[in-house]
Antibody, heavy 117, light 110 residues
Framework: EVQLVESGGGLVQRGGSLRLSCAASGLTFSTYWMSWVRQAPGKGLEWVANINEDGTKKYYVDSVKGRFTISRDNAKNSLYLQMNSLRGEDTAVYYC??????????WGQGTLVTVSS | QSALTQPPSASGSPGQSVTISCTGTSSDVGGYNYVSWYQQHPGKAPKLMIHDVSQRPSGVPDRFSGSKSGNTASLTVSGLQAEDEADYYCSSYSGTDNWVFGGGTKLTVL
């Protein structure tokens, strides 16, 4: 069974940094693209970033370019999202998801990031 | 990277069919057959229901179907059941290695 478990969320001040982690199991992690998708409280889903199988290709939504960095460690079956210069609009539940079929077919339960002023 | 347009709400009685639309542009929905649909119950993670416009992943009931015409994609839920009540989101590849979601539709089973 595929399991994705996010961690690292919490309360951070505006301008601060946070690193999210996603531990994957039940899949051959190194053979899949992976994504981060976020959902602001009471709002819809927003794709944030994704990364290819070996970490050499990374893509971001415009609003986080230059501030967020997606990475992975295939030896540890883990996905990461380093978030710097955080803003109020970054407040959201952040989901880790597996990319497949030109979609996201497995999702974690999410981790909440709250950016305070 | 504008969000795709979905109606905020939809409803139907048990056993009926309901269709949710998702309108984009020729740069996303109309330009690629990479539309997917997700179901999200309150407090839960999204679940993939449809990928590649009309393909159902294993385990998704065949009551769920997807289609596309021009810049608009649609999700149809037939034989509505109480457990289908949830939020539904469409998503599309939008070129230049980016993805876009719709604003979501709250489906109510009357």
């Amino acid at each position: 069974e595929v399991q994705l478990v996010e961690s690292g969320g919490g309360l951070v001040q505006r301008g601060g940094s946070l690193r999210l982690s996603c531990a994957a199991s039940g899949l051959t992690f190194s053979t899949y693209w992976m994504s981060w998708v976020r959902q602001a409280p009471g709002k819809g889903l927003e794709w944030v970033a994704n990364i290819n199988e070996d970490g050499t290709k990374k893509y971001y939504v415009d609003s986080v370019k230059g501030r967020f960095t997606i990475s992975r460690d295939n030896a540890k079956n883990s996905l990461y999202l380093q978030m710097n210069s955080l803003r109020g609009e970054d407040t959201a539940v952040y989901y880790c998801a597996r990319d497949r079929y030109w979609a996201r077919d497995y999702w974690g339960q999410g981790t909440l990031v709250t950016v305070s002023s | 990277q504008s969000a795709l347009t979905q109606p905020p709400s939809a409803s139907g009685s048990p056993g009926q069919s309901v269709t949710i639309s998702c309108t984009g542009t020729s740069s996303d929905v109309g330009g690629y057959n990479y539309v997917s649909w997700y179901q999200q119950h309150p407090g839960k993670a999204p679940k993939l229901m449809i990928h590649d416009v009309s393909q159902r992943p294993s385990g998704v009931p065949d009551r769920f179907s997807g289609s596309k015409s021009g810049n608009t994609a649609s999700l149809t839920v037939s034989g509505l059941q109480a457990e289908d009540e949830a939020d539904y989101y469409c998503s599309s590849y939008s070129g230049t290695d980016n993805w876009v979601f719709g604003g979501g539709t709250k489906l109510t089973v009357l």
